[in-house]
């Protein structure tokens, strides 16, 4: 079983920053947090991952709380493009050949 | 940029035909992935496969399942007998290598196969 709780969907205007949580209170502290994204029954797409620290990249950010127990996917300016569902995925770093465990997802709407 | 490819897009079968499904990673990966998600549930992890052999596979990869690595490019997994409950979505997967910490699971498009 997935090991993260995310809302079911969320709405969020275009042009806004769209912001996603997760909790995740059981993880290890060998686990990273990874985001996904899946845009209508396409192949899921890597967004960005951490351990404790914040990250940013040209997708988006990550911001992770100081005791790892949740954290928030940040898109800073949403477009219809993302309008998609998106998965948080913790796992042991690095991983080798593991599978990754995807839950349900939040499914994000981006209104024009 | 390269992509995970795979072949078909659409699969159409009767129960009880076997079916191959067909992937080429990107160049560079050695370690690849076969996923599923049936309509409106979750993706589900099936097996992965690392320097010719099975790594890791899921309760759903029964004896019904195998994969190959035919040649140097492509992929593939054979469902022997289809049932209906194996229509689905089917997702492959590349990473590259296991060195460092992370390593990024590149996703194919799908091939959507449906069992009459």
């Known amino acids: 079983d997935a090991k993260t709780t995310q809302p079911p969907s969320m709405d969020c205007a275009e042009g806004r920053a769209a912001n996603l949580p997760c909790n995740h209170s059981?993880?290890?502290?060998?686990?990273?947090v990874y985001w996904y994204r899946q845009i209508h029954s396409q192949g899921p797409q890597y967004i960005i991952h951490?351990?404790?620290n914040n990250e940013t990249n040209e997708m988006a950010s990550l911001i992770i709380t100081e005791d790892r127990k949740s954290s928030t996917l940040i898109l800073p300016h949403a477009t219809l493009r993302d309008t998609a569902v998106y998965y948080c995925?913790?796992?042991?770093?690095?991983?080798?050949?593991?599978?990754?465990?995807f839950g349900k997802g939040t499914h994000l709407i981006i209104q024009p | 940029e390269p992509e995970v490819t795979q072949t078909p897009s659409h699969q159409v079968t009767q129960m009880g035909q076997e079916v191959i499904l067909r992937c080429v990673p990107i160049?560079?990966?050695?370690?690849f992935y076969w996923y599923r998600q049936i309509l409106g549930q979750k993706v589900e992890f099936l097996v992965s496969f690392y320097n010719n052999e099975i790594s890791e596979k899921s309760e759903i990869f029964d004896d019904q399942f195998s994969v190959e690595r035919p040649d140097g490019s492509n992929f593939t997994l054979k469902i022997r007998s289809t049932k209906l409950e194996d229509s689905a979505m089917y997702f492959c997967?590349?990473?590259?290598?296991?060195?460092?910490?992370?390593?990024?699971?590149?996703f194919g498009p799908g091939t959507r196969l449906t069992v009459l």
């Open positions: 951490g351990l404790k």
């Open positions: 995925i913790v796992r042991v770093g690095g991983g080798g050949a593991d599978g990754l465990t």
């Open positions: 059981t993880i290890s502290g060998n686990e990273y």
């Open positions: 997967a590349s990473s590259r290598t296991s060195g460092g910490v992370f390593n990024e699971q590149f």
């Open positions: 160049s560079n990966h050695l370690y």
